[in-house]
């Protein structure tokens, strides 16, 4: 399967590769996606940055965990996806991402991040305000993947 690339890259711009492991995650009916919300406003897949030696289940469990306090059971692999980006934090970046169909398990703890919060999108509208183009891209792969669409 080959990596999908998103973005541009300025020439004699260093961007770092941060690798990171995503979920798609749909209710029982398909037409709703688990998206985590910044308190400042972006939508993203719930994952994050993969931590050393630490297989992408662990991190997408480690993650979910985090940014939103449920458990999550790790389905199959969707793919591989690029995005170059400028990060507010850390500059220009490539977010190295690898994307996994998921399902959400119990609410077990109470949220890390207070600023992540989980929310339930319609597919489309999570289309529309998914950050980075490889989560957008992500979410079709899931639909293709899961029967749906």
């Not at 998103?6 to 398909?30: C, D, H, L, S, W």
């Not at 406003?41 to 662990?58: I, Q, R």
């Not at 999570?126 to 669409?149: D, I, P, R, V, Y």
Request: hydrophobic share 30%; proline share 5%.
């Amino acid at each position: 399967m080959k990596t999908m690339k998103f973005g541009e890259q300025t020439e004699g711009m260093e961007y770092p590769i941060r690798k990171g492991v995503y979920a798609v995650i749909f209710n029982e009916q398909k037409d709703q996606l688990a998206v985590v919300q910044l308190t400042r406003g972006p939508v993203f897949l719930p994952g994050g940055g993969l931590e050393e030696n630490e297989s992408p289940e662990e991190c997408l469990r480690r993650e979910m965990l985090e940014e939103t306090g449920h458990e999550l059971v790790v389905g199959p692999y969707i793919g591989h996806a690029q995005q170059v980006y400028r990060s507010s934090q850390n500059g220009p970046v490539i977010n190295d991402g690898s994307f996994y169909l998921a399902a959400i398990g119990e609410k077990v703890q109470e949220p890390i991040e207070e600023d992540h919060h989980l929310k339930w999108l319609p597919v489309r509208e999570a289309k529309e305000h998914l950050f980075h183009e490889h989560h957008q891209w992500a979410l079709e792969e899931g639909l293709k993947n899961s029967g749906s669409n």
